[in-house]
Nanobody
Framework: QVQLVESGGGLVQAGGSLSLSCAAS????????MGWFRQAPGKEREFVAA????????YYADSVKGRFTISRDNAKNTVYLQMNSLKFEDTAVYYC????????????????????WGQGTQVTVSS
């Protein structure tokens, strides 16, 4: 079992920044690939970013590339999402998720493939 707890959401004006954190417990965090997803009202949950277990590779959705940065600290069992130049359309509930991937397996962007999820944190960007 893995427990994931997100924090750091809130209300910010367009153009501003927010930093999200996701604290993990219950399994060896450093073995898991970690992802961030988001879900806006009336929309499906979508991939935002992912980072491999040793931070070797990072992946981003085209919509956030150049604005968001995913990072992790395995000593603190925490994954982060730094969000800059926020836009109204970034408004959503943001979730972190984990998956154990064998070496060589492609990092998935489908939420259906991730094993564990946090409860989500609301990010609201005012225009």
């Amino acid at each position: 079992q893995v427990q994931l707890v997100e924090s750091g959401g809130g209300l910010v004006q367009a153009g501003g920044s927010l930093s999200l954190s996701c604290a993990a417990s219950g399994r060896t965090f450093s073995s898991d690939t970690m992802g961030w997803f988001r879900q806006a009202p009336g929309k499906e949950r979508e991939f935002v970013a992912a980072i491999t277990r040793s931070s070797t590779m990072r992946y981003y959705a085209d919509s956030v590339k150049g604005r968001f940065t995913i990072s992790r600290d395995n000593a603190k069992n925490t994954v982060y999402l730094q969000m800059n130049s926020l836009k109204f359309e970034d408004t959503a509930v943001y979730y972190c998720a984990s998956i154990y991937l064998p070496v060589g397996r492609t990092v998935p962007t489908s939420p259906n493939e991730y094993d564990y999820w946090g409860q989500g944190t609301q990010v609201t960007v005012s225009s």
